[in-house]
């Protein structure tokens, strides 16, 4: 539409066709061009993030720690304060920040060998802890920066570069379901698993990441988002049949829904 | 009407951990470990009728993680540990440092390597000055003698960290951070400054602050690099400290750090009583180590001698300065067995015969 004019901002006129704004690009993503691969979840849960930080309006109070993954460039793409923590160690500085700056909104975004792998203690003793931060985990099942490991979460089966012939869970582990085995710890008051691979899962999942800011001005405890998502390129797949993995396998063994949500008592002063 | 001086009898962990909360400091995560835990457990009493925080974290690689975002985020932020513990911390000392947050980090040294005893030790000297975590970095280090000095060290190490955007390592050991001394707490200002480049919350008027050590272009990473070497220039410029005793006449020179320097304090005591004439300089900053003052002072002695709790380490650094210039030997006793005076001496005089 060229030689348009916008009377108000939801509504642009061009010529005599008034045409009513129902979706712009959120403000707090960058114009950065995205790095991930063509299909991969990442893209839509920082946008995701992003969106409810705007409608929040949080920006200036938002402080995020990015992991070691192939989301290590989260603080290109979403335009606040950002720190970049060591593997696995997000979820520390995480604690540093919110215990010396409490009334800031503190989250990590981590992925499933940052979180489960390496960094495993810091996240259950955080949890633990009850640090009233968001912990959003992306669950792809795989190793995507490193070209497709082995993840503490590749389902039994699963052919990665490093199980080549398929995950043996009796030589190689099992599968781990991180939200059931934290959400038992009182530390954790809202636990919630989701994905984004369709638009009912992105609305969703918007409202759980909108929770997990809100709950931290409760003072009750950790907020942690699970998100199953895909990895197209290490699962050997088109972005399509990763999204078909993601609802005939993933979900079947990480089911989505809630694992553990607050009382009405708890969200009083909501 | 002059203010009564706060002067107490305390131990060297615990007048540490007074000092920070004197220094105004905002956090402190740590971990037990012997010998320091007295700092954690001194902190967590004191911290409620007080100011600040205190955490116990799960781990060393926890803690020093936790002093990563906060002094990312800003605050005034510590750690310390014993050497198996300080291992552990290499990795997140390294980010730091890359990273350039100031904070303070304190090693009470003990014997190794390994799991090793609980003992007192020099043994980590290497890993101090040369690196004990990855990549191109140095860390400015302390070595305090006594439990005021591990107590002044504390406003110095904030100050430093603050100044030069830099960690701040001291270096202390099983016996000072254990042994009981007077200790005088003087009322000082405590001065903090503004810290635009900490990730506090992005504001309409600045772009974003990201705290990162990742610099994945070369030619960035090179950048960095340099940035860090400009400012270590700039430490070791201005930030050498040293102490000199009975150097004016000596002919031979004891170099000596720590618990060391005490030791060998009395060594010069002893030696001058004997007629003979020793010197004794002791190094307060390991890095950047004082090697202008040791080059010349080899123009004046026969000899030097470095006395350490370890298998010799500091002597190749004192061996460095004099460029040849004397002979330099060591003496050092290993797993927390600290030698008396009487045989620092005897080994000396066997060192000076032998020349």
Not at chain 2, 139 to 150: G, K, T, Y
Not at chain 2, 162 to 190: C, N, W
Not at chain 2, 307 to 313: H, I, R
Request: charged content about 20%; aromatic content about 8%; hydrophobic content about 40%.
């Amino acid at each position: 539409m060229e030689n348009f004019e916008i009377i108000n901002p939801q509504c642009i006129v061009d010529g005599e066709d008034t045409y009513e704004l129902v979706y712009e690009k959120t403000t707090i993503m960058t114009d950065t061009r995205l790095h991930y691969c063509p299909g991969c979840g990442h893209s839509t849960a920082h946008k995701i993030l992003a969106e409810v930080i705007q409608e929040l309006g949080i920006q200036e109070d938002v402080l995020g720690v990015a992991p070691v993954g192939c989301s290590v460039f989260a603080y290109d793409y979403v335009n606040i304060d950002w720190q970049e923590a060591a593997h696995g160690r997000a979820t520390a500085a995480a604690t540093g920040i919110k215990r010396c700056f409490p009334d800031k909104y503190v989250f990590t975004y981590q992925g499933d060998g940052d979180l489960a792998a390496i960094g495993t203690a810091e996240t259950i003793h955080c949890i633990n802890r009850g640090e009233n931060i968001m912990i959003i985990f992306i669950n792809n099942g795989v190793y995507g920066m490193t070209s497709g490991q082995m993840a503490p979460t590749s389902l039994e089966g699963m052919k990665t570069t490093t199980s080549p012939y398929g995950r043996d869970v009796h030589k190689m582990g099992y599968p781990i379901k991180v939200s059931e085995l934290i959400a038992p710890l009182p530390g954790a008051f809202y636990v919630t698993r989701q994905a984004v691979h369709t638009a009912a899962a992105v609305r969703k999942t918007k409202k759980a990441i909108m929770n997990g800011f809100k709950y931290q001005k409760l003072g009750k405890g950790t907020s942690f988002i699970e998100i199953v998502s895909n990895c197209p390129s290490n699962w050997k797949m088109t972005p399509l049949q990763s999204n078909d993995y993601i609802e005939n396998e993933m979900i079947k063994f990480y089911p989505l829904g809630d694992i553990k949500v607050p009382s009405k008592e708890d969200l009083v002063n909501l | 009407m002059e203010q009564k001086e706060d002067i107490r009898l305390m131990k060297g962990n615990e007048a540490m951990a007074e000092a920070a909360i004197q220094a105004g400091m905002d956090a402190y995560f740590g971990y037990p470990i012997t010998p320091q835990s007295e700092v954690l457990e001194y902190l967590t009493r004191e911290v409620p009728h007080r100011t600040g925080l205190a955490l116990q974290a799960e781990s060393e690689v926890a803690a020093i993680n936790m002093v990563y975002g906060a002094a990312g985020a800003g605050a005034r932020v510590w750690t310390s540990s014993s050497s198996p513990g300080w291992s552990l911390m290499q990795e997140g000392v390294s980010y730091i440092a890359s990273a350039q947050l100031p904070c303070l980090l304190v090693n009470v040294n003990r014997g190794g390597p390994g799991l090793g005893t609980i003992q007192p030790s020099q043994g980590d000297y290497f890993q101090a000055t040369k690196g004990g975590g990855h990549g191109d970095y140095r860390l400015l280090v302390l070595a305090p003698n006594s439990v005021q000095e591990m107590a002044d060290f504390v406003f110095l190490g904030f100050e430093l960290a603050d100044k030069y955007r830099t960690p701040v390592l001291m270096l202390s050991d099983g016996a000072i951070g254990q042994m009981m001394e007077r200790v005088i707490f003087h009322k000082r200002e405590i001065k903090k400054i503004p810290k635009p480049w900490a990730a506090t919350g992005k504001t309409k008027d600045r772009e974003r602050n990201i705290i990162t050590s990742l610099f994945i272009q070369p030619e960035k990473m090179e950048q960095v690099n340099l940035t860090l070497m400009k400012k270590y220039a700039e430490i070791e410029k201005n930030e050498v400290r040293f102490e000199e005793i009975m150097t004016q006449d000596s002919e031979y020179l004891i170099v000596a750090y720590g618990l060391s320097a005490r030791i060998s304090h009395k060594v010069v005591q002893l030696a001058r009583e004997k007629g003979l004439k020793i010197g004794l300089l002791r190094p307060i900053t390991l890095w950047p180590f004082p090697k202008d003052v040791l080059f010349n002072l080899a123009d004046k002695v026969k000899a030097m001698m470095t006395v350490e709790l370890n298998a010799g380490q500091m002597v190749e650094d004192v061996r460095l300065a004099v460029n040849g210039k004397v002979k330099v030997g060591h003496y050092g006793r290993m797993g927390g067995i600290i030698p008396s005076p009487e045989e620092v001496l005897e080994n000396l005089e066997i060192f000076i015969q032998s020349i």
